[in-house]
Protein backbone atom coordinates (compact mmCIF):
# COMPACT_ATOMS: atom_id res chain seq x y z
CA UNK A 1 0.00 0.00 0.00
CA UNK A 2 1.44 3.47 -0.99
CA UNK A 3 0.26 5.05 2.00
CA UNK A 4 2.35 5.05 4.76
CA UNK A 5 1.58 5.08 8.80
CA UNK A 6 4.38 6.87 10.58
CA UNK A 7 2.73 6.51 13.95
CA UNK A 8 5.50 4.35 15.83
CA UNK A 9 7.52 7.03 15.11
CA UNK A 10 5.65 10.00 16.41
CA UNK A 11 4.75 8.08 19.93
CA UNK A 12 8.54 7.32 20.06
CA UNK A 13 9.26 11.17 19.74
CA UNK A 14 6.70 12.02 22.09
CA UNK A 15 7.53 9.12 24.58
CA UNK A 16 3.55 7.94 24.69
CA UNK A 17 3.38 4.03 24.51
CA UNK A 18 0.31 2.66 21.95
CA UNK A 19 -1.70 1.46 24.86
CA UNK A 20 -1.77 4.75 26.06
CA UNK A 21 -2.90 6.62 23.21
CA UNK A 22 -5.68 3.33 22.58
CA UNK A 23 -6.99 5.11 25.81
CA UNK A 24 -7.05 8.16 25.32
CA UNK A 25 -8.37 8.20 21.82
CA UNK A 26 -10.38 5.41 22.54
CA UNK A 27 -10.20 2.75 20.24
CA UNK A 28 -9.04 -0.93 20.96
CA UNK A 29 -5.35 -1.60 21.24
CA UNK A 30 -6.29 -4.39 18.24
CA UNK A 31 -7.26 -1.24 15.92
CA UNK A 32 -4.20 0.74 16.29
CA UNK A 33 -2.38 -2.75 15.76
CA UNK A 34 -3.92 -3.00 12.75
CA UNK A 35 -3.56 1.40 11.82
CA UNK A 36 0.23 1.00 12.60
CA UNK A 37 1.10 -2.51 10.91
CA UNK A 38 -0.33 -0.67 7.56
CA UNK A 39 -3.51 -3.39 6.98
CA UNK A 40 -6.04 -0.64 7.97
CA UNK A 41 -8.20 -0.07 4.62
CA UNK A 42 -9.81 3.68 5.70
CA UNK A 43 -9.43 5.69 8.82
CA UNK A 44 -12.59 7.95 10.25
CA UNK A 45 -12.06 11.40 9.83
CA UNK A 46 -13.35 11.34 13.86
CA UNK A 47 -9.96 8.88 14.65
CA UNK A 48 -7.44 10.61 13.07
CA UNK A 49 -8.79 13.90 14.52
CA UNK A 50 -8.48 12.20 17.98
CA UNK A 51 -4.77 10.55 17.53
CA UNK A 52 -3.61 14.55 16.18
CA UNK A 53 -5.15 15.96 19.30
CA UNK A 54 -3.58 13.47 21.75
CA UNK A 55 0.04 13.65 20.00
CA UNK A 56 -0.27 17.16 18.96
CA UNK A 57 0.81 16.85 15.54
CA UNK A 58 -0.52 17.30 11.84
CA UNK A 59 -2.22 14.69 9.76
CA UNK A 60 1.02 14.96 7.68
CA UNK A 61 2.95 14.12 10.75
CA UNK A 62 1.23 10.42 10.45
CA UNK A 63 0.33 9.58 7.37
CA UNK A 64 2.81 9.11 4.13
CA UNK A 65 2.72 8.91 0.69
CA UNK A 66 4.98 7.14 -1.23
CA UNK A 67 4.67 5.79 -4.87
CA UNK A 68 4.75 2.04 -5.65
CA UNK A 69 6.28 3.89 -9.28
CA UNK A 70 9.00 6.27 -8.38
CA UNK A 71 8.89 7.65 -11.70
CA UNK A 72 5.03 9.16 -10.68
CA UNK A 73 6.77 10.86 -8.12
CA UNK A 74 5.34 10.94 -4.49
CA UNK A 75 7.51 11.28 -1.05
CA UNK A 76 9.32 8.29 -0.51
CA UNK A 77 10.52 7.08 2.28
CA UNK B 1 -36.19 -24.12 16.92
CA UNK B 2 -35.25 -21.12 14.44
CA UNK B 3 -35.45 -20.44 10.73
CA UNK B 4 -31.89 -21.69 10.20
CA UNK B 5 -32.05 -24.85 12.51
CA UNK B 6 -35.49 -26.05 9.89
CA UNK B 7 -33.62 -24.74 6.99
CA UNK B 8 -30.83 -27.51 8.02
CA UNK B 9 -32.96 -30.24 9.41
CA UNK B 10 -34.96 -29.99 5.96
CA UNK B 11 -31.91 -30.33 4.00
CA UNK B 12 -30.79 -33.12 5.83
CA UNK B 13 -34.19 -34.89 5.71
CA UNK B 14 -33.79 -34.69 1.60
CA UNK B 15 -30.24 -35.73 1.68
CA UNK B 16 -30.68 -38.93 4.04
CA UNK B 17 -33.87 -39.65 1.61
CA UNK B 18 -31.95 -39.54 -1.53
CA UNK B 19 -28.48 -41.42 -0.15
CA UNK B 20 -30.40 -44.96 -0.57
CA UNK B 21 -31.20 -43.75 -4.51
CA UNK B 22 -27.22 -43.14 -4.56
CA UNK B 23 -25.92 -46.35 -3.49
CA UNK B 24 -28.79 -49.01 -4.98
CA UNK B 25 -29.37 -47.33 -8.08
CA UNK B 26 -26.40 -48.63 -9.48
CA UNK B 27 -26.76 -51.69 -8.38
CA UNK B 28 -30.22 -52.38 -9.36
CA UNK B 29 -29.00 -51.69 -13.00
CA UNK B 30 -26.36 -54.01 -12.88
CA UNK B 31 -28.63 -56.70 -11.15
CA UNK B 32 -31.76 -56.27 -14.04
CA UNK B 33 -28.46 -56.18 -16.87
CA UNK B 34 -26.81 -59.58 -15.31
CA UNK B 35 -30.58 -61.08 -15.12
CA UNK B 36 -32.74 -60.06 -17.29
CA UNK B 37 -34.83 -62.59 -17.12
CA UNK B 38 -35.68 -61.80 -13.26
CA UNK B 39 -39.30 -60.34 -12.49
CA UNK B 40 -38.65 -59.17 -8.89
CA UNK B 41 -37.41 -55.46 -9.80
CA UNK B 42 -39.85 -53.84 -11.87
CA UNK B 43 -37.68 -50.91 -13.08
CA UNK B 44 -39.94 -47.95 -13.91
CA UNK B 45 -38.28 -46.44 -17.23
CA UNK B 46 -38.78 -46.34 -21.23
CA UNK B 47 -37.55 -48.19 -23.34
CA UNK B 48 -37.49 -51.32 -21.50
CA UNK B 49 -40.43 -53.30 -23.50
CA UNK B 50 -38.03 -55.37 -25.37
CA UNK B 51 -35.95 -55.63 -22.51
CA UNK B 52 -33.08 -53.69 -20.78
CA UNK B 53 -31.41 -52.63 -24.52
CA UNK B 54 -28.97 -50.67 -24.69
CA UNK B 55 -30.95 -47.51 -24.85
CA UNK B 56 -32.87 -47.86 -22.05
CA UNK B 57 -29.17 -48.27 -20.45
CA UNK B 58 -28.43 -44.79 -22.34
CA UNK B 59 -31.05 -43.61 -20.24
CA UNK B 60 -30.70 -44.70 -16.81
CA UNK B 61 -27.24 -43.72 -17.29
CA UNK B 62 -28.60 -40.12 -18.44
CA UNK B 63 -30.96 -40.18 -15.46
CA UNK B 64 -28.51 -41.03 -12.67
CA UNK B 65 -25.54 -38.78 -13.97
CA UNK B 66 -28.24 -35.76 -13.35
CA UNK B 67 -29.59 -37.08 -10.71
CA UNK B 68 -25.59 -37.22 -9.20
CA UNK B 69 -25.69 -33.61 -10.37
CA UNK B 70 -28.57 -32.35 -8.56
CA UNK B 71 -27.32 -34.66 -5.40
CA UNK B 72 -24.12 -32.68 -5.44
CA UNK B 73 -25.99 -29.13 -5.58
CA UNK B 74 -27.59 -30.82 -2.81
CA UNK B 75 -24.59 -31.49 -0.52
CA UNK B 76 -23.29 -28.56 -1.21
CA UNK B 77 -26.68 -27.03 -0.04
CA UNK B 78 -26.43 -28.66 3.11
CA UNK B 79 -22.89 -27.37 3.67
CA UNK B 80 -24.13 -24.19 3.07
CA UNK B 81 -26.96 -24.33 5.25
CA UNK B 82 -24.31 -26.25 8.23
CA UNK B 83 -22.72 -22.75 8.08
CA UNK B 84 -25.34 -20.82 8.44
CA UNK B 85 -26.30 -22.35 11.72
CA UNK B 86 -22.82 -21.86 13.12
CA UNK B 87 -23.28 -18.18 12.22
CA UNK B 88 -20.52 -17.83 9.73
CA UNK B 89 -22.62 -16.18 6.80
CA UNK B 90 -19.39 -13.56 5.69
CA UNK B 91 -16.76 -16.11 5.17
CA UNK B 92 -15.40 -17.43 1.40
CA UNK B 93 -16.32 -20.64 2.42
CA UNK B 94 -19.79 -19.53 2.10
CA UNK B 95 -19.02 -18.07 -1.33
CA UNK B 96 -17.59 -21.05 -2.25
CA UNK B 97 -20.54 -23.26 -1.45
CA UNK B 98 -23.16 -20.85 -2.95
CA UNK B 99 -21.58 -20.83 -6.32
CA UNK B 100 -21.15 -24.81 -6.00
CA UNK B 101 -24.54 -25.59 -5.61
CA UNK B 102 -25.63 -22.94 -8.20
CA UNK B 103 -23.81 -24.59 -10.60
CA UNK B 104 -24.57 -28.09 -10.18
CA UNK B 105 -28.36 -27.36 -9.83
CA UNK B 106 -28.16 -25.10 -13.23
CA UNK B 107 -26.14 -27.61 -14.95
CA UNK B 108 -28.57 -29.75 -13.61
CA UNK B 109 -31.56 -28.12 -14.72
CA UNK B 110 -30.00 -27.22 -18.11
CA UNK B 111 -29.38 -31.29 -18.80
CA UNK B 112 -32.25 -32.47 -17.43
CA UNK B 113 -34.23 -30.21 -19.91
CA UNK B 114 -31.80 -31.49 -22.42
CA UNK B 115 -32.60 -34.57 -21.75
CA UNK B 116 -36.08 -35.03 -21.71
CA UNK B 117 -36.36 -32.67 -24.68
CA UNK B 118 -34.13 -35.60 -26.97
CA UNK B 119 -36.22 -38.51 -24.64
CA UNK B 120 -39.60 -36.62 -25.83
CA UNK B 121 -38.26 -36.81 -29.64
CA UNK B 122 -37.54 -40.61 -30.04
CA UNK B 123 -40.76 -41.52 -28.06
CA UNK B 124 -42.88 -39.28 -29.86
CA UNK B 125 -45.91 -41.42 -31.38
CA UNK B 126 -47.76 -39.09 -32.98
CA UNK B 127 -49.58 -37.67 -29.57
CA UNK B 128 -48.78 -34.83 -27.35
CA UNK B 129 -50.09 -34.84 -24.06
CA UNK B 130 -50.35 -31.91 -21.99
CA UNK B 131 -49.93 -31.87 -17.75
CA UNK B 132 -51.85 -29.11 -16.17
CA UNK B 133 -50.89 -27.61 -12.38
CA UNK B 134 -46.44 -28.65 -11.45
CA UNK B 135 -45.55 -30.61 -14.53
CA UNK B 136 -41.64 -31.69 -14.86
CA UNK B 137 -40.79 -29.15 -17.20
CA UNK B 138 -42.01 -26.88 -14.73
CA UNK B 139 -40.21 -28.31 -11.82
CA UNK B 140 -36.86 -28.61 -13.90
CA UNK B 141 -37.48 -24.52 -15.22
CA UNK B 142 -38.02 -23.72 -11.28
CA UNK B 143 -34.75 -25.41 -10.68
CA UNK B 144 -32.91 -23.86 -13.39
CA UNK B 145 -34.41 -20.52 -11.41
CA UNK B 146 -32.94 -21.45 -8.20
CA UNK B 147 -29.45 -22.59 -9.56
CA UNK B 148 -29.19 -18.99 -11.18
CA UNK B 149 -30.38 -17.44 -7.73
CA UNK B 150 -27.29 -19.55 -6.00
CA UNK B 151 -24.89 -18.20 -8.65
CA UNK B 152 -26.40 -14.79 -7.78
CA UNK B 153 -25.88 -15.10 -3.86
CA UNK B 154 -22.80 -15.68 -4.53
CA UNK B 155 -22.04 -12.96 -5.93
CA UNK B 156 -23.82 -10.77 -3.57
CA UNK B 157 -21.64 -13.06 -0.59
CA UNK B 158 -18.42 -12.43 -2.46
CA UNK B 159 -19.23 -8.23 -2.31
CA UNK B 160 -20.79 -8.76 0.91
CA UNK B 161 -17.48 -10.51 2.44
CA UNK B 162 -15.03 -7.73 0.90
CA UNK B 163 -17.25 -4.78 2.30
CA UNK B 164 -17.30 -6.68 5.05
CA UNK B 165 -13.34 -7.10 5.56
CA UNK B 166 -13.05 -3.13 4.67
CA UNK B 167 -15.12 -2.48 7.23
CA UNK B 168 -13.33 -5.06 9.84
CA UNK B 169 -10.26 -2.99 8.95
CA UNK B 170 -11.37 0.93 9.44
CA UNK B 171 -9.58 2.56 12.23
Known sequence: MPIIINLDQVLADRNMKSKELAEIVGITEANLSILKSGKAKAVRFST?????????????????????????????? | MNLNTFFKRLI????YLMVPIV????????????FPEQTIINVNI?????????????????????FLLFFAGLYQMRKF??????????SQEVVKRTHKTGTFFTACALGSLIFIGIN?????????????GSSN?????????????????????KKALAIKEENDLTV
Not at chain 1, 49 to 64: H, N, R, S, T, V
Not at chain 2, 138 to 157: E, K, M, Q, W
Open chain 1, 48 to 77: LEAICEALDCQPGDILAFSSPNPSQGGESN
Open chain 2, 12 to 15: DLAF
Open chain 2, 23 to 34: VFFPGTILYVLM
Open chain 2, 46 to 66: PYVENGFSGKALLFSMGFFAL
Open chain 2, 81 to 90: AGLLLKNKLF
Open chain 2, 120 to 132: SLFSYEGKISVTF
Open chain 2, 137 to 157: FNLLLFLLIVGVLFLLLSDAF
